[in-house]
């Protein structure tokens, strides 16, 4: 249904008549130094174009393919694999495009950049996509792609209240980068004694750290789980130990699980495979339950010398990454079948690591998990802005909610 005073158009309809919808360069070739930006899908990122590690094309060949060059505010739009994938280019120097990027040249820009990325148009996307092998948008489909379009004073002001939301998050984005950012530096610095803090007298540390095995502060857990609980637990790098329905929206533990391992609460895993951020695998200490059932392929174990160790220091220096070195000494080669990698419990157990004292390991931790906390706070608010933009887009984007011509808000 049409609202009120909007019309349903073509996109061509809206872009500009010296300038239809297309795409570039068919085969980019090698890099050209000191040649002409091509952008290609990868640059394409949250609606913006990347500026760096563009790949860059001879003169000659830009203006083979000259019908393609863009402008600024002219919209991209993926066309194959990750098709849909929209961004707005604002530079105002020259670059051209790849031939798996539509170009959209309109004098509406503003209003289309948000309409194109709207939940309803990307699946609609998504849905006329075509090709067995490879997902692809072709130009016809979206040039006949149908657009709702109200009177260009209230498509100002939609754009401008959407706007205003990117702004915030964009500003949120940044505060949560640079808070990850000064986490990881924190933990490089702290848990190496590069930067000591002080004790409670106001007195920076100044012991020697200690070096001990693994052995000497952990012990290995092997306990079976025997019919004691289903709570079936998996290692995320993201969200730690964390229920296998959760994580993979499915059960895919055995139907037995009486060999499995039972972990208790504050207990650590180490999951060998390795993942993106997690090259030797990852650590996690099981916070979320009391206890948890997981794989006899991780490898288990718990503190045995709480005047010595600080549970909560010791989780911040197994997610730090400084352990990586070590294990991969101990990983023997053949191991990384499925992604697995072969570490025996005797090595890891046998690694050594330099130890501060148990104060200073609870001022360490403390300082760590206060970053943690400002973290999770600008991921939350993060979150809470995206999914408020969304269900604004929907109301505004389809008419169901109008804006008054007169003032930028949403009535």
């Not at 990117?166 to 933990?187: G, P």
């Not at 130990?241 to 993979?248: A, G, H, P, S, T």
């Not at 730090?320 to 990698?341: D, P």
């Not at 072969?342 to 760590?368: R, Y």
């Amino acid at each position: 249904m049409v609202p009120k005073g909007w019309e349903q158009k073509k996109l061509e309809e809206l872009c500009s008549l010296d300038a239809p919808i297309t795409y570039g360069v068919l085969k980019p070739g090698e890099y050209f130094c000191g040649g002409i930006p091509l952008l290609q899908i990868k640059d394409l990122c949250d609606g913006s174009v990347l500026s760096n590690g563009l790949h860059l094309i001879p003169p000659e060949l830009d203006y083979e393919y000259r019908r393609s060059r863009i402008i600024k505010n002219d919209i991209l739009i993926s066309l194959v694999g990750t098709i849909g994938r929209v961004a707005k280019y604002q530079s105002s120097s020259e670059a051209n495009i790849h031939r798996n990027i539509g170009r959209i040249r309109s004098n509406q820009h503003e209003y289309l950049f948000h309409y194109l990325r709207s939940d309803d148009v990307q699946r609609g996307i998504t849905d006329s996509a075509s090709g067995s092998s490879q997902s692809a948008l072709n130009l016809s489909t979206l040039r006949s792609m149908l657009i709702l379009v109200p009177p260009v004073i209230e498509q100002k002001k939609i754009a401008k209240i959407l706007s205003t939301w990117d702004k915030a998050i964009s500003v949120t984005e940044k505060l949560l980068t640079n808070s990850q950012q000064q986490k990881k530096a924190l933990m490089q610095q702290l848990l190496t004694g590069k930067k000591r803090l002080l004790d409670e007298n106001g007195t920076r540390f100044s012991e020697t750290w200690k070096l001990y095995t693994l052995s000497k502060l952990f012990q290995r857990v092997t306990t079976k789980n025997n019919g004691k609980s289903n709570n079936v637990v998996t290692i995320s790098g993201q969200h730690g130990l964390i229920k296998q329905e959760d994580f993979f929206k499915k059960t895919v533990a055995s139907d037995t699980l009486d060999g499995y391992f039972l972990l208790k609460k504050g207990q650590f895993a180490y999951n060998k495979s390795y993942s993106n951020g997690y090259p030797m695998g990852a650590i996690k200490r099981l916070n979320r339950y009391s206890e948890g059932v997981v794989t006899t392929l991780y490898i288990c174990f718990e503190l045995t010398t709480p005047k010595i160790s600080c549970g909560d220091y010791w989780e911040h220096y197994f997610e730090s990454g400084l352990l990586n070195n070590s294990l991969s000494q101990i990983a023997h080669e053949g191991g990384r079948a499925h992604g697995l990698l072969n570490v025996k419990h005797s090595d890891f157990f046998s690694l050594k690591v330099a130890v501060p004292g148990f104060e200073e390991q609870q001022k360490i931790a403390s300082v760590l998990s206060a970053a943690d906390t400002e973290i999770s706070t600008l991921e939350k608010k993060l979150a809470c802005l995206k999914d408020e933009k969304k269900a604004l887009m929907q109301q505004l984007l389809t008419g169901k909610r109008r804006v008054k011509v007169d003032e930028a808000v949403a009535v």
